[in-house]
């Protein structure tokens, strides 16, 4: 960022006010400046991402004051990726997405990617690796073969999954894809239970809901520990879990 000038404060407030990128006072200021292509790229990722959509500022991950425009006070302790110390490098992201995917981040510390993050191996995948830096996709059934054969390749022995080659993608494509799918039947089920009328009923069904949640907490577990048998055995009781509170929701409703 150049120097602060006054008239770029008025721009960048003027694209705050516009609302051109999500509502962030880093984007907005960098925005408002000539950027360089990889820059621009780098916050239209992060624009469009799920974590822009929730509210996670610039400031949350690599540090800084995000209350004030003037350039030293706003860069104060951020520090490049490459810097040790810095919460996005390499040997920090995890611990820096765990302080908010808790769940994830200690789940993947029982995988073998772990324990050669452990060492410090240069080529160990962090979530980074799998998730993208900014963009932070969660993968689909082609993304999840397409980001293992990056670094396995296509014949690779994917043993910690408990098979090998190919059929391990296709084993965790299926997975994802069940997963995708109860997340949307999870969301509809959380909506019907506000409309339920009767507190008795909505009481128990928010009871059979938190019982899907668990469920859900541990296939999370499970597909980030690439413990690939207990993904789809929790996957199992959260479609029977749902499925259920699904007829309990309809017969309500006659």
Partial sequence: MGPFRFPLLLLAMTVLAAGVWAQDPCADCHAAQE???TEEFHLRQWRNSAHAAAGVSCADCHGGNSSTFVQLRAHKGVLNS???KSPTHQWNLPRTCGRCHDTEYLAVQESAHFALFERKVRAAPTCRTCHGSVAVQS?????LQARCNRCHGPEA???EAGTSGQDALAKGGELLARMRALRGAR???S???LRVQD???RHEAADALFQVNQSWEEAIEAGHAFHWDDWDAALGELEDL???LERALAAGDR
């Fill in 157 to 159: 022995d994917h043993r």
């Fill in 191 to 193: 909506r019907d239970i």
């Fill in 242 to 244: 749902l499925g259920e």
């Fill in 187 to 189: 969301a509809r089920v």
């Fill in 199 to 201: 507190p008795s009923d």
């Fill in 139 to 143: 993968l689909g059934e082609g993304g």
């Fill in 82 to 84: 490459g810097h040790p």
């Fill in 35 to 37: 950027l360089e292509e």
